[in-house]
């Protein structure tokens, strides 16, 4: 079963050794005076790496940072932990001129989010003072204006003295306990994936691949009525645990991202995959060193160069 393969392939190369977080680029920094006074703001982007002699033009990449797992939202308001974009984050749109009244619930379900966690960490204090001063939340908003402003998937993270809020101690340990939590009125079935009887993810994480949109699409997805005809509603149809759910969209992840780096932050890989056509890419790999992976990751190699 491919969804097996993956799952072992993520729990062979320990990319779900710390299942609440993922490796994401995060462009933005907002850094703060502990006492929440909007100090600057700046662009973790720089030129990607390109082989010697390449004639590519160069793109821009965001800095690769272990946040807390986005939770995936096809619709409604649903707000990331610690990191998410402009419209969770500042209450800003791309475009001022959209005025979308769900951007002002959308920052509310992020400040909410940041209060139901411990009051313990002076980061957390700074970054929860700056979203309640408007004065300060407008500069920082102008200086964004004056950096050729900024795209709706970029994500925003805030900086105190030094330290990242996503890398605080007592925030990482809410969340992992967070995450911990049983599921409720979930009714336990076999999981597919592993055999065990747990309760499925109702929703499956998203993964970004070339042809599908922008914002990601679910690999497993029941989304009409038609598939309902047996008596079991969405992802019922396939019911796979949250774990394996998780370890299988990761290893999917790894295998497509060109840049990638395991959640403890300590190693990055390079993808194992090469795009066929406009919407149909080819992944490759192996739980040995099979001359078959190795040839296939040589042409891949070659083909990018």
Request: net charge negative; aromatic share 8%.
């Amino acid at each position: 079963m491919i969804l097996e393969a993956l799952r072992d392939l993520a729990l062979r190369e320990g990319l779900v050794d710390d299942p609440a977080f993922e490796s994401k680029p995060v462009r933005w920094v907002i850094e703060l005076y502990p006492d929440g006074r909007f100090l600057q703001l700046f662009d973790t982007s720089t030129p990607e790496h390109l082989p010697q002699g390449s004639k590519k033009k160069p793109r821009m990449e965001a800095k690769l940072m272990v946040i807390p797992r986005r939770q995936g939202r096809s619709s409604g308001i649903k707000a990331d932990f610690l990191v998410d974009n402009a419209k969770y984050v500042l209450g800003l749109d791309v475009d001022p001129a959209d005025n979308d009244p769900k951007t002002a619930e959308r920052h509310a379900a992020y400040v909410s989010l940041l209060k139901a966690a411990p009051q313990t960490s002076p980061e957390l204090l700074a970054v929860i003072a700056f979203l309640s001063n408007e004065a300060q939340r407008a500069a920082c908003a102008a200086d964004l204006a004056r950096k050729s402003g900024f795209a709706s998937n970029d994500l925003f993270t805030f900086e105190i003295e030094g330290v990242f809020l996503n890398d605080v101690d007592d925030l990482r340990a809410h969340w992992i306990a967070s995450q911990q939590e049983p599921a409720d009125g979930g009714t336990r079935s076999q999981c597919l994936v592993c055999g065990e009887e747990r309760i499925p993810a109702r929703l499956h994480n998203t993964i970004q691949i070339r042809g599908a949109s922008t914002s990601g699409v679910p690999l497993v997805s029941f989304n009409t009525n038609a598939f309902e005809k047996y008596g079991w509603p969405g992802n019922a149809n396939a019911p796979i645990c949250t774990a394996c759910m998780t370890a299988y969209v990761e290893a999917l992840r790894r295998l497509t991202r060109a840049r990638y780096e395991k959640p403890g932050g300590d190693a990055k890989v390079s993808s194992q995959s090469a795009v066929l056509n406009n919407d149909t890419t080819a992944i490759y790999w192996s739980d040995n060193d099979d001359p078959l992976a190795l040839g296939l990751k040589i042409c891949v190699m070659i083909q990018k160069a």
